[in-house]
């Protein structure tokens, strides 16, 4: 006797407008129901297939359903292998951690103690900066312009959007903002401007913690700190006894070429924030890296009950594979370049469209001095078949950031599509 399964009712665009939040935000982006997923592309429910130029905001460097992690997960599950765990030792996490030392941290000469916050990117930031008020007694976290940290208090209040801040709905204190790299244009020693302020008993400024700093600014508009610019702000640091925490959530994992995004530059931070690609599978999971002197904490004085996502040491794991050569990380320079040069390109084409390319790796940009630009290349990109988002405190730039285990051809074929898309826009602007 055949059994015959009901077939499920079609989940149209309408469920969600009906009973979600109007907070939701990448739906009204991307408005199609998306059923199906692999590597690079992704199927809504009507059969379209769409090339992913976003990545789960930098969550799916390894891509949709990598079936070499995917794999590993179904072995643990039917294994009854322990899901959730809080901090208790686990044979998932003791293996991340061997294979996280000694295939990231030690071949790159790097010593860190390993912390578990909540699996997400703010409770890194969270952890991070308590941990440096903590050690220091002081108050203060200097972070710069343009940055976002995430949307929980703390990290909300070292971050420089003005429409998430806002959201907050209270005061954020103890916080300071200082111009980015580049901040006041390419002349402009922002490094000297901040050592002034350190300096000078009048500044106003006290003695801070901690410098909070992305070194690929993301959702701030894809701008890039330099190598030199890096090594003065380590510096400065360390001369005032300031802790650095870099804030490598989107642009590590290999997202800027190096696995951590800092590596170039030649900088040791004191504290490194890790989280979404760090899953392997977009599965949450972050980690808080510090200096083994910087260990102070009591036990427990920091925790989450989702801390001990197994799932996710598991995929982690796993993921840290592809960096066991310098094969893959050559992989990603390559399709990087690839990427700038399409975009010097289209910014060559049009020169009626003031436009800058701007990013390090397979995190990429086109900043539009007139901002409505970005939103609707975007916006023709994903009615072509390309989903790319848009970043920026005005959604002035155009972002390219596909997983970094895209097929050649398929990145191709995007690329292709943004040019054939700037095409149909700026041509009518001639």
């Known amino acids: 006797m055949s059994i015959q399964i009901a077939e499920q009712p079609k989940i149209t665009m309408d469920v969600f407008e009906q009973w979600e939040s109007e907070v939701r935000s990448y739906?009204?982006?991307?408005?199609?129901?998306?059923?199906?997923?692999?590597?690079?592309?992704?199927?809504?429910?009507?059969?379209?297939?769409?090339?992913?130029?976003?990545?789960?905001?930098?969550?799916?460097?390894?891509?949709?359903?990598?079936?070499?992690?995917?794999?590993?997960?179904?072995?643990?599950?039917?294994?009854?292998?322990?899901?959730?765990?809080?901090?208790?030792?686990?044979?998932?996490k003791g293996r991340l951690l061997e294979s996280f030392v000694h295939h990231i941290l030690k071949p790159r000469n790097m010593n860190y103690k390993v912390m578990f916050p909540g699996p997400t990117g703010t409770n890194s930031v969270e952890s991070a900066l308590k941990l440096a008020r903590k050690i220091t007694g002081r108050e203060t976290v200097i972070s710069f312009t343009n940055g976002f940290h995430g949307m929980t208090l703390g990290s909300l209040a070292v971050t420089g959007n003005k429409f998430k801040r806002q959201g907050a709905g209270v005061p954020l204190h103890h916080t300071v903002s200082m111009p980015f790299c580049k901040y006041h244009g390419d002349e402009a020693d922002t490094i000297a401007y901040i050592e002034k302020y350190l300096e000078d008993s009048g500044s106003g400024l006290s003695l801070p913690a901690a410098m909070i700093i992305e070194t690929v600014q993301g959702e701030g508009g894809v701008n890039v700190a330099s190598d030199s610019w890096l090594r003065k702000l380590s510096e400065l640091c360390k001369r005032f006894e300031i802790l650095l925490i870099v804030d490598d959530i989107q642009v590590g994992c290999g997202r800027t070429g190096t696995f951590f995004s800092f590596e170039k530059a030649g900088i040791e931070p004191d504290i490194i924030c890790l989280s979404k690609s760090i899953g392997g599978y977009g599965l949450p999971l972050a980690l808080t890296l510090f200096k083994p002197e910087l260990d102070i904490w009591e036990p427990g004085e920091h925790n989450g009950t989702f801390r001990g996502n197994n799932l996710g040491f598991v995929a982690a794991t796993e993921a840290i594979n592809y960096w066991k050569d310098s094969e893959f990380e050559q992989s990603i320079q390559h399709k990087g370049q690839w990427i700038e040069e399409t975009m010097q390109q289209i910014k060559d084409a049009y020169p009626q469209i003031e436009m800058e390319v701007r990013g390090r790796g397979m995190m990429r940009g086109i900043a539009f001095t007139e901002a409505e630009w970005a939103e609707k290349l975007c916006r023709t990109c994903f009615e072509n078949g390309l989903i790319m988002e848009t970043a920026g405190t005005d959604s002035e730039v155009a972002k390219v950031m596909p997983a970094l285990t895209i097929e050649a051809e398929l990145l191709q074929n995007g690329l292709n599509i943004l040019k054939d898309c700037a095409r149909q826009l700026f041509t009518k602007a001639q």
């Not at 199906?36 to 809504?44: G, L, V, Y």
């Not at 905001?57 to 899901?83: F, M």
Request: hydrophobic share 40%; aromatic share 12%; with cysteine.
């Open 27 to 92: 739906c009204r982006s991307f408005p199609t129901v998306f059923s199906r997923a692999k590597n690079a592309r992704m199927w809504d429910t009507a059969g379209n297939e769409y090339i992913d130029f976003f990545a789960g905001a930098g969550s799916l460097n390894y891509g949709h359903n990598n079936d070499k992690i995917k794999q590993k997960l179904v072995e643990y599950i039917l294994e009854d292998g322990v899901t959730h765990s809080l901090d208790m030792a686990t044979v998932a």
